[in-house]
């Protein structure tokens, strides 16, 4: 059994607690908050035995195993920190740190005390996610070379007010993750990064277009946004078809799998066409024989459910990552996530600003 300390009592904290119920062989047995009273109710309301109202209580009980760190976004690399360098597992909400110079200090701290850290990016571990990124790299499409993909919607700081404020906030922060990391999985390391951002009033990110070229020749056009619904899916296109990661991008269970078609040969002007030729122009002609053939066609869609909770597939990685005595995933290692910070980095240093 893995024992689990949870850090944080708001929103996302009480998101994730569902997933523990799912995955076997996990338990939350105590939770910690700046307030002592949140702490107990939080306990209370979710059957945890354990409240505390700090961080170092709870990091001196031998008995937990883990930290799963929610609480506010500026705090998460402190957080992580403490808590690798108190002898636990880390995994912390995303983004595990709000400037590439704060994630470098979280890895050296995993790397020193030589526990596992991961950031809890669970889109990574999703079944079709994974089987995204596995036919992208497959030979039946050829070479991947072009990624979009956008994750948006309209939200309010009345709704959500940790995503609107000056330390933390953004589109980048929040939603940028789940894109950018996605791009460098499909197509890997990245050497120019162009960026346009339309701006509040309080000098936070609400929406965000990224334009990235990868070392390996490939493009990617990622958009995220506070304040307008955007697609919410993800199209690879490669050398020979593309994939479609049908939306919602965030909890996907669907690819659509298209091949290229051969290109159509035309008789030359002047040339006599033969009756084969001829019959087939008059088949193309034909609505009802063009939707036919569509459906006959070597296209598919491929269906990878998570199961019950989509969070329960990121925890069960984590739970064997643990238990296996492993000190990164290979799936989503902490060199990805610092990759993706530093992208994050230059998109809010260099973006063109809009409005």
Known sequence: M?????VGTGLMAATILPAFDDTSEVE????????????????QAFGIANAHDSLQTMLEDKSIDAIYIANRTVDHARTSIAALTAGKAV????????????????????????????EAI??????????????????????????????????????????????????LLDRGGYLISL????LGPVSNVDAALLMGDAGVDLHASLQLLHQRGGHSQLSMSLVTLMSNCAVAA???????LAAPLLGSEAIAVKRAAPAPTHPAPGTTTSRRQRMTLRLRRSRMLRRLRLALSANRTE???????????MLRHFRDLVLSGSLESEVLPPALSLDTIRIIDLGRAAGKRLG
């Open 238 to 244: 490669c050398s020979e078809g593309t994939l479609r």
């Open 303 to 313: 269906y990878h459910s998570y199961g019950a909770n989509p969070y329960a597939p």
């Open 28 to 43: 939350v047995v105590a939770v910690a908050s700046h307030s002592r009273q949140r702490s107990r109710q939080f306990a």
């Open 122 to 171: 669970w889109t990574h571990m999703l079944p079709s996610h994974r089987r995204f990124v596995e036919l992208a790299s497959a030979p039946e499409l050829g070479q991947p070379l072009h990624l979009y993909c956008d994750f948006g919607y309209p939200t309010t700081a009345a709704a959500l007010p940790r995503l609107f404020a000056a330390q933390g906030g953004g589109a």
């Open 91 to 118: 995994l912390c909400e995303k983004p595990f740190a709000v400037t590439a110079q704060e994630g470098e200090k979280v890895l050296l701290a995993a790397r020193q005390s030589r526990r596992l850290f991961m």
């Open 2 to 6: 893995l024992r689990f300390g949870l």
């Open 183 to 186: 791009a460098l999985k499909l």
